[in-house]
């Protein structure tokens, strides 16, 4: 069976909050680790719907510094500290985004018991900015009104499966299993080989999820994101209000939908929906004709990465 790799949608609206949507924020969980991208307002009562514990959130990634993926962050950061939090929380984000934090600290959050560490991202390099055992975090160069970047969270290559019932044919002891898994022949008793392609079974696929919001369509994207999953693309607007788009560089559902195409994505996720759509299923229809696997973000939605 796959380990966990699910995306938790706790805010999909754009700027203005509605009583639908409430601005970006959303939950990673890669094998039980959490990873936060973007903490707008509302982002810690969406979480309690989630069932996730707040002690395995260690990273969170903003992609820009407008209100609406930020403005979740001062709360954020002071609860944890409520509720004893003795670990680093570790904050991805533009530059820009320095002050913002340090005045949240100086203001609010002194005396913690957990230091909060900054990593500026340069939002002009597609890059790798964090990676453990399990996953990789590439940041993603996009196009808005100030510097902002995506992130794409790539699965790191599992070791392959143990065929239980061959380790018991050959009587194998439970030492040796680490050893054949990272790719070592058994010797028998007897000297006999047994490759230990037959000891086991191909590791599970790698997946990837890519999280794209805010931007205008751009040309290096899709190839950054080549063979992508998943991706979560923002469609601000319907394709009736293009030029409203483009002045505010946003995209529409079929521009979304063409970087899904173009990227040869596995799935494409909507999101960051105006506050003037009461029914998304416009903007859901838009992009369905360009392509078909495409769904829309909800609250409390959780979307298994395949």
Same mark, same amino acid.
């Given at each position: 069976?796959a380990q966990?790799?699910?995306?938790?949608?706790?805010?999909?609206?754009?700027?203005?909050?509605?009583h639908?949507?409430?601005?970006?924020?959303q939950?990673?969980?890669?094998?039980?680790?959490?990873?936060?991208?973007?903490?707008?307002e509302?982002a810690q009562?969406s979480w309690?719907?989630?069932?996730l514990g707040w002690?395995?959130l260690?990273?969170?990634?903003?992609?820009?510094?407008?209100?609406d993926?930020?403005f979740g962050?001062?709360?954020?950061?002071s609860s944890?500290?409520l509720?004893g939090?003795?670990?680093?929380?570790h904050?991805?984000?533009?530059?820009?985004l320095?002050?913002?934090v340090?005045?949240?600290?100086a203001?609010?959050c002194?005396?913690?018991?957990?230091?909060?560490?900054?990593?500026a991202?340069?939002?002009?390099?597609h890059?790798?900015?964090?990676d453990?055992?399990?996953?990789?975090?590439w940041s993603?160069?996009?196009?808005?009104?100030v510097p902002?970047c995506?992130?794409?969270?790539?699965?790191?290559?599992?070791?392959p499966?143990?065929?239980?019932?061959?380790?018991d044919?050959?009587?194998?002891?439970?030492?040796?299993i680490?050893?054949?898994?990272?790719?070592q022949?058994?010797?028998?008793?007897?000297?006999?080989?047994?490759p230990?392609?037959?000891?086991?079974?191909?590791?599970d696929?790698?997946?990837?999820y /890519?999280?794209? %919001?805010?931007?205008?369509?751009t040309?290096?994207l899709?190839?950054m994101?080549? !063979?992508?999953?998943l =991706?979560? $693309?923002?469609?601000t607007?319907a394709?009736?209000?293009c030029?409203?788009?483009?002045n505010y /560089?946003?995209s %529409?559902?079929?521009?979304?939908?063409?970087?899904?195409?173009?990227?040869?994505a !596995?799935?494409?996720? =909507?999101? $960051?929906?105006?506050a003037?759509?009461?029914?998304?299923s416009?903007?859901?229809?838009e992009?369905?004709?360009?392509f078909p696997?495409?769904?829309?973000?909800?609250?409390?939605?959780c979307?298994?990465?395949?």
């Open positions: 069976m966990k790799f699910d995306v938790h949608i706790l805010g999909c609206g754009s700027a203005l909050p509605t639908k949507h409430l601005p970006s924020c939950v990673v969980n890669v094998r039980d680790k959490l990873f936060m991208l973007d903490c707008g509302g009562l309690r719907h989630t069932g002690s395995r260690g990273h969170v990634f903003i992609t820009h510094a407008h209100g993926h930020v962050l001062p709360g954020l950061i944890m500290a509720m939090r003795t670990a680093p929380l904050i991805y984000a533009p530059s820009s320095r002050p913002f340090q005045c949240v600290l203001n609010f002194v005396g913690m018991d957990y230091d909060v560490e900054f990593h991202v340069d939002t002009m390099r890059a790798l900015i964090y453990d055992r399990s996953i990789e975090v993603l160069p996009l196009q808005h009104r902002c995506g992130y794409l969270l790539k699965e790191k290559q599992g070791l499966h143990i065929r239980r019932e061959m380790i044919f050959y009587g194998i002891p439970t030492w040796a680490n050893g054949i898994k990272a790719g022949d058994w010797q028998t008793p007897d000297g006999q080989t047994v230990c392609s037959r000891l086991t079974t191909p590791a696929p790698v997946r990837s /890519a999280y794209c %919001t805010d931007t205008m369509p040309d290096a899709p190839e994101i080549r !063979g992508v999953n =991706l979560y $693309h923002e469609a607007y394709d009736a209000e030029a409203m788009a483009k /560089a946003h %529409t559902a079929s521009q979304a939908a063409l970087v899904a195409q173009r990227a040869e !596995g799935q494409l996720m =909507l999101g $960051h929906f105006s003037r759509y009461d029914d998304e416009q903007l859901l229809h992009a369905q004709s360009i696997n495409t769904i829309l973000a909800s609250e409390r939605m979307v298994a990465v395949r």
